[in-house]
């Protein structure tokens, strides 16, 4: 099909409506890296099980691209009555709305659920123009908003190459703050303490025997170690947490987890920790070519230092072990900073249909990506390594 040829636009309720083959096609083409959250696999699990639709209030409103009967792009999206689940907070938006006698909801979001994780949004054929099927999308997207009537379209947690695409949109650009690790040709963690001031690197070290000296053994399995009898302790810990915390269970389900470790196991780790032999906690993890995804994690017992022993030590070990580059252990926590995960811009852009509105937001976006520069310039002075040791910033 020529690139010549106009391009065809549709919003889609199910992902199956695609299908796995051209879907993960595209992924592929799109996305040498391997990107674990934007693969069929992720996302149909999500809906088959029920952890994404309408009693959810995430409703699949996948933006998909045709030249002629050939499908070239597709959009991961979706109708939200809400906004649990997306990390990019605008509770405040929603209430200015409603002083004003406007509905916020429902509002159309490209993203992936629950998954507060920077990567490709758009997946589309080689040849394909970004910006143009960019353009495209957002001229069909304002049609759209008025059809479901929504307040709005929001992208989230982009990466470098879709923000570069989307320059020309009238959109606004949000930035926030995450803490990443990254390796700088670490060769053991003793190598990345090494570039650690002493204090710090021996704060480190007592964290991690006061857990070993709890008689706590820690053991990862990624691949086909992955099985039920993983899965379901991870599952039970994961549902505890939840439920001390929050009163619920968790966005996901047992059957969501049980699906993507029989489709998904070659891009995940999960971390047990067991005493006398019996699981305690247990963190989740997905991979791809060059980084590590901290996703989930739920104890049994209180035991100190075991959430950083289990969700960003035991990351750091599979991460130079595998030779990845990067390590997203998850959104917000300062905690991180002492730890060695560095202060790292995450983005989205917002658009809505009422112009008063969106100036409102220009304002406030401007003065808080100020507080934001200022902010992740604080928190690196807050990092415990020696000068000149941290890895350069990607």
Known sequence: ??????????????????????????????????????????????????????????????????????LVAALPSYLKSHSYGEYVFDWSWAQAYAQAGLDYYPK?????????????????????????????????????????????????????????????????????????????????????????????RKQLRRERRIVADQAVKMQRYSGSEITSWVMDNFYICYCQTY????????????EFFQKISETMADQMMIVLALKEDQPIASSLFFFDQDNLYGRYWGALQDIDCLHFEACYYQGIDFAIEKNLLNFNPGTQGEHKLVRGFEP???????????????NA????????????????????????????QSAPEK
């Open 361 to 388: 937001l220009e304002d406030f976006m401007r003065r808080e990506s100020e507080y934001k520069s200022e902010y992740q310039q604080a928190a690196k002075e807050c990092l415990p390594f020696r000068r000149n």
């Open 243 to 254: 439920l001390r915390r929050s009163g619920h269970r968790g966005y996901l389900n047992q």
């Open 108 to 200: 159309l979001i490209s993203a992936i659920p629950f998954t507060p994780v920077p990567g490709p949004r758009l997946i589309c054929d080689n040849g394909e123009n970004s910006a143009e099927l960019v353009a495209e999308i957002f001229e069909s997207i304002g049609t759209h908003l008025e059809t479901e009537d929504c307040s709005g379209w929001h992208l989230l947690f982009p990466n470098t190459d879709l923000m570069a695409a989307s320059k020309d949109l009238p959109v606004l650009a949000r930035e926030d703050i995450q803490f990443h690790w990254r390796n700088n040709n670490y060769q053991s963690f003793d190598d990345f303490l090494s570039t650690m001031r002493s204090s710090k």
């Open 1 to 70: 099909m020529s690139a010549s040829s106009p391009l065809q636009i549709e919003f889609v309720s199910d992902i199956t409506q695609i299908g796995e083959q051209r879907w993960n096609q595209l992924r592929v083409n799109s996305d040498p890296g391997n990107y674990p959250f934007t693969r069929y696999e992720f996302l149909a699990s999500l809906e088959q099980t029920g952890c994404v639709g309408v009693d959810s209030g995430w409703q699949a409103r996948h933006v998909i691209v045709h030249r002629g009967d050939e």
């Open 344 to 358: 790292t811009k995450t983005h989205s852009l917002h658009w809505v249909r009422e112009p008063q509105f969106q």
